[in-house]
């Protein structure tokens, strides 16, 4: 992919996760880890680490800022996932796409339900106390879930499909030389 594309597709990416922070939206119905799952995929290791984190933390600065270890553990995240979708990309296909989704919502909420845990007061300290962590969280998830898909399925079949239009017009474009 020529840089300049990257470079439009960057900024489109971060402006999106931002908008979509700001406006009002379902609890963690965000497209952050599909901006870091399709960077990883279409971009390269460092577009899916960095374009997530700075959509993150501009918007940050206007919802605010909260308890450092706990921002920590969802920027890590989304690193992660970012991360994981460049090492799957030589794989892709629908499937895969899918499955990386549902894997980046499932660490997401791991990781950082595991760091409420740990580190609020809100649950006890004991095995019986992360269970139920993890159970409060469970609405949470279902909108992660639901938001990484929705974001996943527009990011991914939005830039597949301009470039199957692309290849076509170029096509045509070849086609009427030839006349």
Sequence with gaps: MEKNNKII?????VAIGL????????????????IALFSGFYLG?????????????I?????GFYDFKMMLAVYISFALVGLFGFAVRKYKSLETV?????IASVAFYL??????????????????????????ALPFFRNTLMGDLFYVA?????????????ARRKMVGQIAKID
Aim: net charge positive; hydrophobic share 55%; with cysteine.
């Design 98 to 102: 899918v499955a990386s989704s549902i």
């Design 19 to 34: 908008v979509c922070r700001l406006l009002p939206h379902l609890w963690n119905f965000a497209p952050i880890a599909a």
């Design 111 to 136: 990781i950082t339900n595991y760091v409420v845990w740990q580190f609020s007061p809100w649950y006890a300290r004991s095995f019986d106390g992360l269970i139920y962590c993890y159970t409060m």
């Design 154 to 166: 527009v990011f991914f079949g939005a830039y597949e499909m301009v470039k199957i239009l692309a």
């Design 59 to 63: 918007g940050d600065l206007f919802i």
């Design 45 to 57: 290791r460092r577009y899916a680490i960095i374009l997530p984190l700075i959509s993150m933390a």
């Design 9 to 13: 597709i960057s900024i489109t990416l």
